[in-house]
């Protein structure tokens, strides 16, 4: 199964064309390793109706898979697991729960993240750190269930 994914990039300097887009390319890098097929990329300010906006835009684009990168840091302006938890119709703990895990291996800040994935419609979504390497392994440590999670989200139910 080819794995269609959007990239969102939450960032409000980005956004304003006040530093350049890192984290993005990270991810796009990252999904073309896996066989991905990169539909859709986004980059928007940390304000949830605009995370909320470009999710639904990629959902709309065919997006099975999409990541997010920024927003899920300790400040008040990182808004991401708020927004995207507030249109989710599940969450899947495990992949936060394990991303923080693995990311105090490497650093002792890891236990601040709010790294989430969620189901948005048929859709998972793997909300990232915003460092571009954070993002890039955060997302290796869960890769290996994204393809199954991904299947099951796209079956079309049977009728009795």
């Not at 006040?18 to 859709?40: E, N």
């Not at 999710?55 to 099975?64: D, N, P």
């Amino acid at each position: 199964m080819q794995i269609q994914a959007g990239i969102i990039t939450i960032s409000d300097r980005a956004s304003k064309g006040l530093y350049d887009d890192l984290g993005g390319p990270a991810l796009q890098k990252a999904a073309a390793s896996y066989g991905w097929q990169v539909l859709a990329d986004a980059l928007v300010p940390d304000e949830k109706r605009e995370i909320q906006r470009a999710i639904r835009e990629h959902i709309a684009r065919g997006c099975s898979l999409i990541l997010t990168t920024g927003g899920t840091g300790v400040a008040l302006r990182d808004v991401t697991p708020e927004a995207v938890r507030e249109i989710a119709t599940r969450e899947l703990p495990g992949f936060g729960e394990v991303m923080r895990m693995e990311s105090l291996k490497i650093t002792r800040n890891g236990i601040l993240s709010r790294n989430l994935a969620v189901v948005v419609d048929n859709a998972l979504v793997i909300c990232l750190p915003g460092k571009p390497s954070g993002a890039v392994e955060c997302l290796g440590f869960v890769v290996g269930a994204v393809p199954h999670c991904v299947e099951v989200l796209q079956e079309v139910p049977t009728s009795c």
